[in-house]
């Protein structure tokens, strides 16, 4: 599948990631007055993280709906008025919270359209503010996107830039049927180049952030631009590294990372949920039955949480979840065991 270098040139203006899911929204809103963002807080506080802003103001009551603190309720909510013919945009105050709503996501919104042999769509999109790095502690701090990846009938996207967080937000809400988007929260106030025009980003397509020749390090949202800091570094010990970030679990484009193993012969998976069956132990079992799996001069490895609850202090916090340097001697150890 098509891949691409990292900032699209053609923007020259920065926003934030934040005020790129604002600007796609009012975007959608206005296009389509099926679309309306409901959840708690998002109305006149303007969202748990300043997301919707200033939205309730532009666009009232009825389209920017403050919800009751019931998290089955909402989803509920959202999977009836998506079969009925709106387009909800439903924010969870934290991603952990989603928990709460299993039942409507995973048996309902995920089923339907095969339940009723393709008679139904559920075009909802479900927000998910995830990830530690905040001191949030273990009930609002996890990274649960390989639950849904796993269930047929549901897309799983994590932008990691400012670009991408509109582009796929605006192609969720053209899906008619549910896509999650996990949003981390550390990236919030990232910044970066956003054309102002509506825009997509092809649900299913990775990108190359950067292109290198010695290993193949995968990650999506924040452990993307980690890995991609990383490999800055570790090209000044002339280890070149391929970045590549998945932006969306499900689908996956399997076809660019097995095509980048082909060429760097080391694959690297780095991932902020638990390493225990997690994402990396899907792409490693998928290019083990491949034929990349012949063009491997190193063992698979895989960088992901501590099996533990998230803590609350910040040093067992920070030492729960890949970093920076931890990529980097991860990605070393590879190299060298390669060359050896």
């Not at 001069?297 to 890949?322: C, H, S």
């Amino acid at each position: 599948m098509p891949t691409e270098l990292a900032t699209p040139e053609a923007a020259t203006r920065e926003l934030s990631y934040a005020e790129a899911i604002r600007e796609g929204l009012a975007q959608a809103m206005q296009a389509d007055e099926r679309v309306f963002l409901f959840g708690e807080d998002v109305g006149v506080y303007g969202g748990a993280f300043g997301v919707s802003g200033d939205l309730f103001h532009r666009f009232g009551p009825e389209r920017v709906i403050d919800t009751p603190i019931s998290e089955l309720g909402i989803a509920g909510a959202a999977v009836g008025a998506a079969i009925t013919g709106m387009k909800p945009v439903l924010e969870l105050q934290f991603s952990d919270f989603v928990t709460l709503a299993m039942e409507q996501i995973v048996n309902q919104a995920a089923k339907i359209h095969f339940m009723f042999g393709g008679k139904a769509t559920v075009p909802m999109v479900v927000r998910l503010p995830g990830g530690s790095g905040t001191g949030a502690a273990a009930q609002h701090s996890q990274s649960l996107e390989a639950w849904f990846a796993h269930v047929p009938g549901l897309k799983v996207v994590q932008p990691s830039t400012p670009h991408d967080a509109k582009g796929l937000l605006l192609a969720a809400i053209d899906d008619p049927n549910p896509v999650l988007i996990f949003e981390h929260k550390l990236l919030y106030k990232t910044r970066g180049p956003v054309p102002e025009d509506p825009y997509r980003v092809p649900i299913g397509n990775a990108a190359v952030r950067r292109v290198g020749r010695d290993l193949t390090i995968v990650g999506s949202s924040i452990m993307a631009i980690r890995a991609a800091a990383a490999a800055a570094r570790l090209a000044a010990e002339d280890i070149d590294a391929e970045v590549i970030d998945l932006r969306s679990l499900r689908p996956l484009d399997f076809a660019t990372i097995a095509a980048s193993v082909r060429k760097t012969h080391r694959l690297l998976i780095v991932y902020e949920g638990v390493k225990i069956m997690g994402i990396g132990a899907e792409i490693s079992a998928m290019i083990a039955e491949s034929d990349a799996f012949d063009f491997l001069d190193a063992p698979i490895a895989r960088l992901g949480g501590a099996d533990v609850p998230l803590p609350y202090n910040p040093v067992l916090e920070k030492a729960a979840v890949p970093q920076e340097d931890d990529i980097v001697a991860a990605a070393r150890r590879l190299v060298r065991e390669g060359r050896a």
